[in-house]
């Protein structure tokens, strides 16, 4: 049985590189993490193209990404860093690549799993309440370019990562 390209998408947190690593073990695919690769790229973190060249040079890198994989016939589990679905572009350029799922947290689950990460630029400085807060606002903001791009919502709080990457692994292979 084959399985086409299965992409995730999700706000900071919501366990995406975890069930990438899960599917990777049950698919037999190889998952490539947008993030991990953009940072391979400039040679620099995400903290750092933040600060040194701005958002939306970051933005632009993510688009540019979704081109090649394209180019290249890319066959694997995309894990996406949290904002890739706000440009439509970027939306059109996921559906073209396999079958997206969101996954979906709510910002109380979202907010304990960052609590203390330093990694993320968008939430940096915070204190607790006010990580929350942002979290909410992100997240009603986002809310939108997340359902709108996603073939799937998979709701993630509460549950393991083993049974969210087999409901997804069903996914794909019933399509
Ligand atoms: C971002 C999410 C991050 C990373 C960058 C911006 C966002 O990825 O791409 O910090 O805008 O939500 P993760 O979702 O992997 O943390």
């Known amino acids: 049985m084959t399985v086409g390209n299965i992409i ?7 366990g995406k590189t975890s069930v990438s690593r899960s599917l990777e073990r049950i698919t037999g695919l190889k998952m490539l993490d947008t993030d991990a690769r953009i940072e391979e790229q400039a040679g620099k973190s995400i903290s750092r193209i933040f600060a040194e060249d701005g958002e939306e040079v970051f933005r632009d890198m993510e688009t540019g990404l979704l081109e090649n994989l394209i180019k290249e016939g890319f ?3 995309l894990s996406t860093g949290g904002g890739m679905p706000l440009r439509r572009e970027n939306r059109i350029l996921m559906s073209r690549l396999g079958t997206v ?4 947290a709510s910002p109380e689950t979202i907010c304990a799993r960052l609590l203390n990460d330093t990694t993320r630029p968008l939430l940096a400085g915070e204190t607790k309440e006010g990580k929350l807060e942002k979290i909410k606002s992100m997240l009603e903001q986002r809310k939108a370019a997340y359902e709108s791009g996603a073939d799937h919502i998979v709701i993630t709080d509460g549950l393991d990562i083993k049974d969210i990457a087999s409901d997804i ?4 292979y019933m399509e």
């Open 8 to 14: 995730l998408t999700g706000y900071m947190g919501s």
């Open 75 to 77: 066959k694997g589990i």
């Open 101 to 104: 799922f969101y996954l979906k």
């Open 169 to 172: 692994r069903s996914k794909v």
